[in-house]
Structures are given as structure tokens and as C-alpha cells.
């Protein structure tokens, strides 16, 4: 362990219009040494290493690499100061080569022509550094993600890296291809690099790294030795402190037993490859059951599963009707849930088109008259009504949904489900990217739904969100519910059972 | 997401291997059921009248692995050709300077179509759409929609051999070696490829896209040209009709080679060579079978069908590969 | 139709791919507009200003040259000759609203001209022999949408077959010759001009009307707009997204059906000429001045009509004024070119 960082970032901010995304946030890292970067979705710490890596500018502050102040405004520039970056989306080219893909940001050329040899010696030395024994021209689509990783990880050690993110590499790796990853790791130490670790995990932070920073809101709020702090220390830094919730809705009950209403949906052993494993879960009408889970745990491709959105291997939906629960394909289960989608904009609104015709879409069938037009009267008394009972404020009904504020944007989408009458709701983050009282006013929504006799399966990284409005809680992790915790359940409690991986399952590729 | 699945085995084989096979039973076919088919003077013929389709088809195919397409290509190699025959007739110029007036032209044609892909964004179906009536209205207001004939020296070239083959096969087959070389041994063509896969991680890795897919366009023109001078050799004249269709051939010669258009993937001579051999054969077969010299166009619209069906196929199992890499 | 893999969305058009560095959760809670999303005022305006500019520099031009443009009986005509291609773009402006786009329609038209052609030179019912046409168009036209829609096979390859199959199927059955010995009734019915609107005239309009019914108030119309503008974002709210896009071909079918009736009856025969390649372009061209973007979702049924008017009336003044044909050809390739950049330069390309 060295005395001086051999990687500093100082007082770095940045903001996009209107908001401050990184406050005066700083870094340091060592040589030799793995530096775990932890913090909620938003937290800031993915804009920090674009920032590092050239990928996004900062308007502030300054960054050092060996004493020596750098300035890294694109990826050829990060490069070239010795940073490598291992991005959770690969950057990979799927029909080419592993050889290929390791040079392709410089193909090696003698006389105008590519050298292949050159190409093939220089992989095959750099792939058995990484402990790998890859042949070297077998097409990169056709390997496993802990392959390609490899392929990655390989490419960015070609130039010899000083520094070395990983943003979230465990994601997709089976149990033996994650302890490669740590093999390698310790390599990339013993030769002195700099890492840095982006991740959720805590379990692993404690597995590979010496030091770990917290971010939240932008900022860096902790920085200590890994063996100085514990896995819940680590949670709390994440999540903040969570004692004035202010709940909304009925009060928690005391014990986790989903008793109460009837059986609306229940759920037994859906799986899908690497992704959900024996997933079983009950909902039961007039409760918001909330699916709490880190980032990675699953949460979005279980709801998405259960719609039909994407395919599963096995699994078993029963759905309540006329009192009876009959079996029902999840496809056919998307005719009776709402969904309201994490990313509003990219799937949730049609950002050119009408406030009307977004709220409208899916109910239009029944605002038909005999001649299967769109009857204006009926289309509008529906429009407005959401629009009024949800308070979305705009310029009226025909306005580009494009142009409104995030929170009235989502407030649409919200209203464009209730508007179908469902008697299950999926909600995706509904409160990310609100301010305050657009939060309070979703959160309200839900509640009302609820009280009314409607279900809803919440999924929210903001833990005071969730605790707000729900009367149970299912924790999910790595694809299974690992947990079925009442409704009474404190905040750390919750946070402990996230930071406790001890139920770990391994996926084959 | 996929079209109905048959057997695993039975599609892997198909895919691979189908259309070999299909153009080998319909060789076969016509070998037997016609006398003239299985001739050493007919498949001269056959590989005489590919040599321009296979020059076009082998710069399509570059531009359709970069991710793009260009369908100007019948034009450029219309107005490429009417500029080389009317500088011989009207200025007296000398075959080689007109050859080289015709490449440049082609390169230049090309350059048109990569600026504007490449600097007003347009979709490169859209602008080559534009630009193939564009460059055809030029030629045809040059050559007033008449027949440019070449002057008589330059006429026997068209039909020029070296020992048993004719000259432009040799160009045609020239032309495809190197074009392939380009694209599995040169830097250019990987950068293509890579640019084909994804233009966001090309970027990503400090490839310069734009100027990659805007040389692909140049060199499509200039190779369109090339083409458009075999074709003209082979007639004797610049007609009207010169290259009129020759793009939808070109690409699908493209896509029945096997090459996919969604960029990235695909092994140019190979394809080209298989993809131009099957149109050809089916358009020879049909002849000598006596059939109705129309038919040809059935047969080859079926025959992209399949094609794509068989491609739709591939992407069933293949595309999501492709989807799941992109999510690390 | 994979909508991310559309043709139109390929070869520059591809949805990139999510960047390396997406926007913060935090930058989503923008207060007012979005960054990039393009006000629809600003595209209209461009392409509005552009066409203005054009149209009245024609008519210019037109005055001072050409007067004889402006009788009325020449402009009735150019209104016949309208008629043609702005159904053909009402048809094209289904399919391009949905994100795709269908090459094979004039042959199509050629293809089902032929054929109730064919029947009527024997059978002598003209109303049979329309019906065939149209039949014909929409069986074409659903052969496209399943392909598209069901097998995701590129619109592109996919119509350039059907193109290219019916091309040779006219051919061959025609054998190259025009089919003349249309009944009379056929003709005298369709080239009737009550109260002197002709009845080309008067079937434009009424398609007009009833497509614009079809896309604005019909369920399926704003389910054709959703996909055209988000198909992800339209499949999570339950748009039967394969029903709608095959319908959309089925749709650009039947207009090359009744494209087909009318230029029969105006040509008193019907050959595999009829649809050559040209009109593929003045299709796409007066659907993109018409202001339908070749990226979907946007655009109306009227403004391909007037689109096919602007380029009816530029060539036709073009003609006039002397400019040579191929000549025309160079401005129409301008046209399409500047008027699908000014699409992309005012951020509508994703």
C-alpha cells in the first residue's frame, strides 16, 4: 500500500439542465489496490467514471493520475492516459473475432495488410494472463458472457492500463466465471494498476477490494478501508437514513402472512434462464406488496416475465376469476395488468404524440360507437377525467406528451392504466426522476388504488418510496424472492436483508 | 419474436448449407434436361455475361456489410459508361483515358452518395433512391435515350480473351479476389465490418465511421462504374437500358449469397460468387430449357424470398445472440 | 417487423444503440421540454417553408412561360393525372406511417390491371373486372403485411420480391402486349365527369376521406401511429402490433387495386407497363413532401394528396416549360433527397 493516491479525483461536478448530478464528488485510488465504488441507482457513481473515461465532462474540478493533473474529454484521450474501461454493456463486435475484437480500436498492419499473426501471438499471450485458453478465432457472439468479458477485459489490457474500472462486471457471470474475474483482478494488482469496482454487490466488495467509496445524491458521502466498516454500514451509507417516512395508505401489518383479501394472481416456480429462478408469490386484492431488491436483482425482468414481455422456461400463473383461480398464460395476463414501465420515455410515452392519445391507447376499443370510430365526446370525457382525478397539468389534452414535466409524463402513464380499469398494477420505479410532491402525488395514486380494491406489486430502489405505501414486502435477489417480510418490517431491516447475500444461486450460462 | 421453428438439425443444415445445395440440384437439373447446359462454351458464356453483375454485386455487398445500401448503383454505372463513350465519340479521347474518365466519374457519383448519407444524415435507401434518379436523368439528358456506340477499335475489346477466358471474367474475378482481400486482410475492410456490427461501439472505439462508410460509397461507385464499362464492352454500345434493374439484382444477388442487410456479417466471395452463379444459372437454365424468357423474373423474385425467409430464419436464433452481447 | 430493423430504420436510420452514456435518472426531472425531442411546429415549418418556396416558384415561372397551364381544362386534367399517384400515396402513406415501406405497388397496380383486364376482355362485366383488381391489390398487398409483419422479413426485400414476381407474372401473362377490348361500360362509367368533376377526382376525394376517418378515428389508425413512433413502447401497451402492421400493407394494397380500376379505364387497357419504376419514386416523393416521415408515426392521409399534387404540378410545369424530361428526373431526385434531410436535420431521426 502505497502513501499517495495514485489516482485522484477532486471536487468533480456536473450537472444536465436543471440538475446537479455530481457535487464536487472525489475519488481515490492506489496502486495495487481495488477500490469498490458503491451507490443507489442515481447515485452518480456511473457519471463519475464516464467522467474518468472520457465519455461525459466535467465543469469542475480536477483529476490526477501520478501526481500529474489530466484532462480527459473523450475515450481516445482516457486511453491514452492509461485508463481502461470495462463497461457493463460490452463494447463488443458480435460477428467478428476474439482477435478482432481484442484490436479492433487499432488493427495491427504491415504493408497495408492486417497482420493476423501478430494479432493471433498478441490475444493469445494477453488471454493467458487473463487465465484463459480462448482460441482466438472463433466468432465473439458465440461465446458465454464471461467469455466475452474476457475478450473485453483483454482488449483494455492491451494498452497497458494504469487504471482500470469495472462497472458492474458480476452481472452475468456464473459462480467459476466470477472467480476468474477475482483471479484476474489480483493479477491486474500485482502489476500495479489502479481499480476501481462498480458495484451492488457487497459481498463481493469484501471478496476483492482493499478500500470503498459511497455515493449518494451526487456526492461521495464515505470512504474507508474495507476492513474497517461492515456490509450493513455499507447499506446505510448507500441509503441514507430512513426514519421520517411518512406513511401513506393503511398501516403495516405485523406479520408477513399474505392473508386479507382474495387471491388475485398467484405465481409458482417462473423461471427463465440466468435471469429468474423458482419465483412464487402471491398478490392478494387491495394490498401494494413492494418488490424490494438492489439494482440487477431481477425486479424489472419479473414483471416484465410475468406479462409476457419476454419469454420464460417454466412457470405456473394462476389469475382470479369469477371467484375461481384458472390457469393463464402470461401473455393472456397482459389484458388485465397495467404496467408502468421504469423508463417512461423509452417505453412507456410516445413522446410526439397527444397527452389524449397516450392516456387514450389502450382503452380506445371501448370508446367505439357502431361504427367502430372513435367517438370524440366519449374519448374526451375519459381524457379529462384522468387528467383532472390525476391533476395533470398541461396545456390540455393535445399537447405533445413530449413537452410536459417528468412528474405530469409520468402522471400519464399512470393515467392511461387506471383508465383501463385493471385489477393489478405493475409499477417500475414510478418515482424516479420526480421531485418531491410529484413523488407524494404517485405515491397517493397507488394508495387510492389500492383502497379501492386494486392490487399493485411495487418495484423501488428509494426505500422510503416503498415503505411509504406498502403493506408487505417480497425481497428479491439474483432472480429468487429470497424473503417474504411484513409489512412492519423497519428500514434496517430491509437494508439488512439486501446487504446479506447468504442465499446465493449460481447460474450456469 | 421468431417465425415457427422446424426442427433444429433440419434448419442448421438448411441454413447453412441450403442454398449450395439448391443451386447445385438446379445445375444438376438443367444439365440434364437440356443438351447445350453442361458445355464448356455455355458456362464460358454464363461466366461472360456474370462478369459485370458480379463486379456490382461485390461493391453492393461491401457497402450492405457496412450496414448500408445503395441501390444508385445501375445509374452510376449508366452515366459512368455514357461519359466514357461520349468523350471517345465527341472528343476523340483514347479508351484508357476514357476508362479512367468512367472510374472517376463512378468514384465521384459515389462520393455524392457518401456526403450525403454521411453529412445531411439521410437514409442511405433514401438518398441512393434519389440519387439513382438523379444520376439516370443526367445520363439519359447526355445521351438523349440513345444508343452510344463505341468506336470499332474499342468494340473488339468487348470480346477479348486471354487463352480460354474472356477478358472481363477475368476483370469480374480479379475484382472480386481483391475486393475480398480488402475485406477479411485491410484495416478498411475491418473497420467496415466493424461498422457494420454497430455504429455506436465503432465510434466508441475510435473508429472514424463517417469516414469509413463515405470511402465504402466512393468505392461502390467506382466499381459500379467498372461494371457499367464490362457491360457496355459486351454490347458494343451505351443503351437506355444500361444498368436499369442492375441494383435490385446487385442486392439480390446480395442477400441470396447469403450476406445478411442488417450489416456485420458475411463472406464476399463466397456469396457473391454463389449468388450471382444461381440468377445466372436459373436465367441460362430457363433459356435453354426453352421456357418463357419471363419466368426468369419469377423464378428470381421466389428465389429472394426464400431467401429471406431462410435469413429471417437464421436471425431467429442469431439475432438474439447479437441482443444478448449488447447487454454484456 | 423487428421495428428497430425496418429497412427505413437500418442504413442510417438504426435506433442507436443505447450510448455508453445514458442520461442520469436525475437529468429526467426535467422541468418543461425534453433535450432533442423536436416541437412538430419546427419540422412543419421547414418542410412547409420549403414547398411554399418551390410551388410558388414553379407557378412563377409557370405564369410567365407557360400560361396555358392555367385553363381550366388543363388543370382538370392535371387533377385527373393527380389522382393516380395521390391514392397510390394515400396507400404508401399507411404502410410509411407504420415505419415500413412497400416497393411493389405499381407493379401490383400493373399486376391486378392485368388480371381483371384479362377477365373483362372474355367475361365483359366490368364490375366483376374491378372487383378483381381490387382483390388482387389487397391479396398482394396481405402477402406483403404477413411477410413484414409475421415472418419479420425486411420491408424492403420483401416488397422488392413481390415486385419483382409481379413484374414478371404481368409480363408473362401479357406476353408484353398491352390487353385492350375493355367493355365500354367500363370506360364510359369511370371517365364520367358528373357535375364536371371527374370521377378519378371524385374517388380521390372519397379515398381521402376515408382514410383520414381510418387514421384519426379509427382505433387501429392511432394503434398504427404508436408503432410507427415507439414500437417498443406499443407493444407494453397492448397494440396488436402484427395485426396492425400487416393491415397497413393490405391497406397500400387495395389503394394499387383501385389505382388499378382507374388508370385501366383512363388507358382503355391495361400492360406491364403501367407501373414501372419510376412511380415507386413519385410515390415515396410525394409522401415525404406531403410531410409523412419515412421514420413513421407521423403524417395524415391529405397531406400525401397534396404531395402527389406538388409533384404532379412540378412535372407537369416542368414538361411545360420545356425542361427536358431527364432533367425533370435531376429536381425530383433533389426533392427527395432535401426534404427527407430537413426530416433529419430537425431531429426527428432517431
Not at chain 3, 217 to 233: C, K, P, Q, S
Request: a positive charge; glycine letters at 10%.
Amino acid at each position: 500500500m502505497t502513501a499517495e493516491p495514485f489516482l485522484r479525483m477532486d471536487g468533480v461536478s456536473k450537472r444536465y439542465p436543471g440538475v446537479v448530478v455530481l457535487h464536487e464528488a472525489s475519488l481515490e485510488a492506489y496502486r495495487g489496490e481495488a477500490m469498490a465504488l458503491m451507490g443507489a441507482n442515481g447515485a452518480g457513481k456511473s457519471t463519475l467514471m464516464n467522467v474518468l473515461g472520457g465519455l461525459a465532462t466535467k465543469e469542475s474540478g480536477a483529476i490526477f493520475i501520478d501526481g500529474q493533473p489530466v484532462s480527459l474529454r473523450s475515450p481516445r484521450e482516457a486511453a491514452a492516459n492509461g485508463v481502461a474501461f470495462v463497461h457493463q454493456e460490452l463494447s463488443l463486435l458480435p460477428t467478428m473475432t476474439v482477435a478482432e475484437n481484442v484490436h479492433a480500436d487499432e488493427f495491427p498492419v504491415r504493408g497495408g495488410l492486417l497482420a493476423p499473426e501478430i494479432m493471433r501471438r498478441r490475444t493469445t499471450e494477453l488471454l493467458a494472463r487473463l487465465g484463459s485458453k480462448l482460441p482466438t478465432d472463433i466468432r465473439v457472439e458465440n461465446l458465454s458472457a464471461g467469455d466475452r468479458q474476457i475478450v473485453e477485459i483483454a482488449r483494455a489490457l492491451r494498452r497497458r492500463p494504469r487504471v482500470v474500472i469495472f462497472d458492474e462486471p458480476t452481472s452475468s457471470l456464473t459462480a467459476w466465471e466470477k472467480t476468474r474475474l477475482f483471479e484476474v483482478i489480483a493479477g491486474l494488482k500485482r502489476d500495479r494498476a489502479a481499480i476501481i469496482y462498480i458495484t451492488h454487490f457487497i459481498d463481493e466488495i469484501f471478496a476483492t477490494c482493499e478500500r470503498v467509496t459511497v455515493m449518494r445524491n451526487g456526492r461521495t458521502v464515505a470512504s474507508a478501508a474495507t476492513d474497517t466498516v461492515t456490509s450493513r454500514d455499507v447499506v446505510h451509507l448507500m441509503l441514507g437514513e430512513t426514519d421520517n417516512i411518512v406513511r401513506l395508505g393503511k398501516t403495516p401489518a405485523g406479520d408477513a402472512a399474505d392473508d386479507g383479501g382474495d387471491v388475485v394472481l398467484q405465481v409458482k416456480d417462473l423461471s427463465r434462464a440466468n435471469v429468474l429462478k423458482n419465483v412464487d408469490l402471491t398478490l392478494r386484492t387491495g394490498e401494494i406488496v413492494g418488490l424490494w431488491g438492489l439494482l440487477g436483482s431481477g425486479r424489472t425482468e419479473l414483471l416484465r416475465a410475468l406479462i409476457g414481455l419476454d419469454a420464460i422456461d417454466q412457470g405456473e400463473l394462476c389469475w382470479s376469476r369469477n371467484g375461481e383461480l384458472l390457469s393463464i398464460t402470461p401473455r393472456e395476463l397482459r389484458r388485465f395488468v397495467g404496467f408502468v414501465t421504469e423508463d417512461r420515455r423509452g417505453d412507456g410515452l410516445f413522446l410526439p404524440l397527444s397527452v389524449e392519445t397516450n392516456i387514450a391507447l389502450p382503452s380506445l376499443p371501448a370508446l367505439t360507437n357502431w361504427l367502430r370510430l372513435i367517438v370524440g365526446k366519449k374519448l374526451a370525457r375519459l381524457v379529462h377525467g384522468m387528467m383532472e382525478r390525476l391533476r395533470i397539468k398541461g396545456s390540455g389534452p393535445k399537447q405533445p406528451v413530449g413537452t410536459l414535466s417528468g412528474g405530469n409524463q409520468q402522471k400519464v402513464v399512470l393515467a392511461r392504466w387506471l383508465a383501463t380499469n385493471p385489477r393489478l398494477l405493475f409499477l417500475d420505479e414510478p418515482t424516479r426522476g420526480l421531485d418531491v410532491s410529484a413523488k407524494t402525488e404517485i405515491l397517493k395514486l397507488a394508495v387510492e388504488f389500492a383502497l379501492a380494491g386494486g392490487t399493485i406489486l411495487i418495484v423501488s430502489s428509494a426505500l422510503e418510496d416503498l415503505m411509504r405505501v406498502s403493506d408487505r414486502y417480497l425481497v428479491i435477489s439474483r432472480g429468487s424472492i429470497v424473503a417474504k417480510l411484513p409489512g412492519a418490517t423497519t428500514a434496517d431491516e430491509l437494508k439488512h436483508a439486501v446487504s446479506d447475500d447468504s442465499s446465493r444461486s449460481e447460474f450456469r450460462p | 419474436m421468431n417465425p415457427a421453428k422446424p426442427p433444429l438439425i433440419v434448419s442448421a443444415v438448411l441454413s447453412r448449407y441450403g442454398f449450395p445445395i439448391v443451386l447445385a440440384s438446379v445445375f444438376v437439373f438443367f444439365s440434364v434436361a437440356t443438351r447445350s447446359f453442361l458445355t464448356l462454351a455455355n458456362l464460358d458464356d454464363m461466366a461472360h455475361d456474370m462478369s459485370p453483375l458480379i463486379v456490382i454485386s461485390a461493391a453492393e455487398a461491401l457497402v450492405v456489410m457496412s450496414g448500408k445500401l445503395d441501390i444508385s448503383v445501375g445509374s452510376v454505372a449508366f452515366l459512368s459508361a455514357s461519359l466514357a463513350s461520349l468523350a471517345m465519340r465527341d472528343y476523340g479521347v483514347d479508351p484508357i483515358a476514357a476508362l479512367l474518365i468512367a472510374l472517376a466519374a463512378g468514384g465521384l457519383l459515389g462520393a455524392v452518395n457518401g456526403a450525403i448519407v454521411v453529412a445531411l444524415r439521410v437514409n442511405a435507401l433514401i438518398a441512393t433512391l434519389g440519387t439513382m434518379i438523379m444520376f439516370r436523368g443526367v445520363a439519359l439528358e447526355l445521351t438523349d435515350a440513345g444508343l452510344v456506340p463505341l468506336p470499332e477499335k474499342v468494340r473488339l475489346l468487348g470480346n477479348l480473351s486471354i487463352g480460354p477466358l474472356f477478358v472481363d471474367i477475368v476483370v469480374a474475378a480479379v475484382v472480386l479476389i481483391t475486393l475480398d482481400v480488402v475485406h477479411r486482410r485491410t484495416r478498411f475492410g475491418r473497420q467496415i465490418m466493424a461498422v457494420g456490427n454497430s455504429e455506436a461501439v465503432a465510434s466508441d472505439l475510435g473508429i472514424p465511421v463517417r469516414s469509413v462508410i463515405f470511402r465504402n460509397f466512393v468505392l461502390c461507385g467506382a466499381l459500379a462504374a467498372l461494371g457499367g464499362v464490362l457491360t457496355t464492352l459486351q454490347v458494343g454500345a451505351v443503351t437506355a437500358y444500361l444498368g436499369s434493374g442492375l441494383e435490385f439484382n446487385a442486392v439480390a444477388v446480395v442477400v441470396v449469397g447469403g450476406i445478411s442487410l442488417f450489416g456485420g456479417r458475411g463472406n464476399l466471395l463466397y456469396s457473391v460468387a454463389l449468388g450471382a452463379l444461381t440468377f445466372e444459372t436459373i436465367r441460362t437454365g430457363l433459356n435453354y430449357y426453352g421456357a418463357n424468357p419471363y419466368s426468369y423474373r419469377l423464378v428470381g423474385g421466389a428465389v429472394i424470398f426464400i431467401a429471406m425467409y431462410a435469413d429471417a430464419l437464421k436471425r431467429g436464433r442469431l439475432g438474439q445472440n447479437r441482443n444478448v452481447l449488447m447487454r454484456g | 417487423m423487428i421495428r428497430t430493423w425496418t429497412l427505413l430504420r437500418m442504413n442510417g436510420l438504426l435506433k442507436s444503440h443505447p450510448s455508453a452514456v445514458p442520461l442520469p435518472d436525475a437529468a429526467l426531472d426535467g422541468r418543461g421540454g425534453d433535450v432533442g425531442a423536436p416541437s412538430l411546429s419546427r419540422i412543419v415549418d421547414a418542410r412547409l417553408i420549403a414547398s411554399a418556396l418551390v410551388f410558388s416558384l414553379v407557378l412563377g415561372l409557370l405564369a410567365a412561360f407557360a400560361p396555358s397551364f392555367f385553363r381550366l381544362n388543363n388543370l382538370v386534367n392535371i387533377l385527373v393525372q393527380t389522382s393516380t399517384l395521390a391514392i397510390l400515396a394515400i396507400g404508401m402513406s399507411f404502410v410509411m406511417i407504420g415505419g415500413g415501406i412497400d416497393l411493389s405497388m405499381p407493379a401490383n397496380m400493373a399486376m391486378s390491371a392485368v388480371l381483371g383486364a384479362l377477365y373483362m376482355r372474355v367475361g365483359h362485366d366490368p364490375v366483376t373486372g374491378s372487383a378483381i383488381m381490387i382483390v388482387s391489390g389487397a391479396t398482394i398487398g396481405a402477402l406483403n403485411g404477413v411477410a413484414v409483419a409475421y415472418l419479420r422479413m425486411i420491408p424492403f426485400v420483401v416488397t422488392l420480391a413481390t415486385m419483382t414476381v409481379a413484374k414478371g407474372a404481368c409480363i408473362w401473362l401479357t406476353n408484353s402486349v398491352s390487353i385492350a377490348g375493355l367493355p365500354e361500360s367500363f370506360g364510359d362509367v369511370l371517365l364520367a365527369r358528373p357535375l364536371g368533376i371527374p370521377v378519378a377526382v371524385l374517388a380521390t376525394i372519397a379515398l381521402t376521406l376515408l382514410a383520414s376517418t381510418a387514421l384519426s378515428f379509427t382505433v387501429i389508425g392511432r394503434w398504427l401511429y404508436a408503432i410507427g413512433v415507439n414500437e417498443r413502447a406499443a407493444r407494453v401497451a397492448r397494440v396488436p402490433i402484427e395485426r396492425v402492421t400487416a393491415m397497413s400493407y393490405v391497406a397500400a394494397g387495395l389503394s394499387a387495386g383501385v389505382t388499378a380500376v382507374l388508370l385501366a379505364a383512363r388507358l382503355d387497357s391495361a400492360s406491364a407497363n403501367m407501373g414501372n419504376d419510376g412511380v415507386v419514386l413519385d410515390i415515396v416523393s410525394a409522401c415525404v413532401v406531403g410531410g409523412i416521415s419515412i421514420y413513421g408515426g407521423i403524417g395524415r392521409a391529405y397531406g400525401a394528396v397534396l404531395g402527389a399534387l406538388f409533384i404532379t404540378i412540378v412535372s407537369n410545369g416542368l414538361n411545360l416549360m420545356g425542361v427536358s424530361f431527364y432533367l425533370s428526373l435531376i429536381v425530383k431526385g433533389i426533392v427527395i433527397i432535401g426534404y427527407v434531410a430537413l426530416d433529419g436535420l430537425s431531429g426527428k431521426a432517431p
